[in-house]
């Protein structure tokens, strides 16, 4: 089964991990922390994470053990391919203790795809502003925290 590149919501779960190529050759890694649901039913927009972690290799799952999340966003399922990722596993977001970030957007608090309502303008200072990302947005952050930072 893996890896494979994701073209529709039914392929893909909640702990999925991609690669990322970067542009020095080496890979980041990407994983898949909820996918939206409308009516019950997948969507392909998912909200994913970059790990804290860069290599030679495809990640694996002890690559991204209890490794944190330091970018948060929203893209389509298509951007995988589009960079020229896989999805090379999948692990338990529980094992990692990881869950998406709270976010805001338009003055709501965000908990993944969930509204959790309006939020006083004084508390954005506490939660990240939710991104949207376009189908290359993830390399560009890939690269600028582990190949032009380096």
Known sequence: MY???????????????????????????GRLLLIEKKSGRKTKRILVGLHEWSGEKHPT????HQCKIIEQ??????????????????????????KPLLQFEAGYLLNGFENMGKLPVEDYKKYSRRTIYGLNVISLLADKHFVENS
């Open 73 to 98: 966003g929203v893209m389509h399922i298509n951007s995988i391919g589009h960079i020229e990722g896989k999805v090379v596993g999948y692990k338990s977001l529980d094992e990692d203790d990881l």
């Open 61 to 64: 799952n002890e690559d991204i």
């Open 3 to 29: 890896p494979f590149v994701p073209t529709k919501a039914s392929q893909i779960q909640d702990g999925d991990f991609f690669y990322i190529p970067l542009s020095n050759g080496n890979f980041a890694c």
